[in-house]
């Protein structure tokens, strides 16, 4: 299984960027996916998920408006579009795979993903 993360790089504040997930080695579609992201000195923290019919999504209080989750079932891929980026972004951010919560359910805990990526740098400038 591997989840490929791409997409990271430095960016000026009110920029944006997208991010991209590959996976290979699960049937994508029977998989939530969902975006977290760890700042220097702090824990890893949920940002963004999708369920795996593609009809729910849930953001975390501090990307709503910002941010956009999407995904590419046909091309085994998740997105993140982040638009009017913040200093506070900057974090390494991490794709996650979860196949155990129900069709319509997508998780923002940590412990509920079975399979993640190796990390991308965002990194945002005042």
């Known amino acids: 299984v591997q989840l490929q993360a791409s997409g990271g790089g430095s960016v000026q504040a009110g920029g944006s960027l997208r991010l991209s997930c590959t996976t290979s080695?699960?049937?994508?579609?029977?998989?939530?996916m969902a975006w977290f992201r760890q700042a220097p000195g702090k824990e890893r923290e949920f940002v963004a998920g999708?369920?795996?019919?593609?009809?729910?999504?849930r953001y975390a209080d501090a990307v709503k408006g910002r941010f956009t989750i999407s995904r590419d079932n046909a091309e085994n891929t998740v997105y993140l579009q982040m638009n009017s980026l913040k200093p506070e972004d900057t974090a390494v951010h991490y794709c996650?795979?979860?196949?155990?919560?129900?069709?319509?359910?997508?998780?923002?805990?940590?412990?509920?993903?079975?399979?993640w990526g190796q990390g991308t740098l965002v990194t945002v400038s005042s």
């Open positions: 999708i369920t795996r019919s593609d009809g729910g999504k």
């Open positions: 080695g699960i049937t994508f579609n029977q998989y939530a």
């Open positions: 996650a795979a979860d196949s155990m919560r129900g069709y319509w359910s997508v998780s923002v805990a940590l412990n509920d993903y079975q399979y």
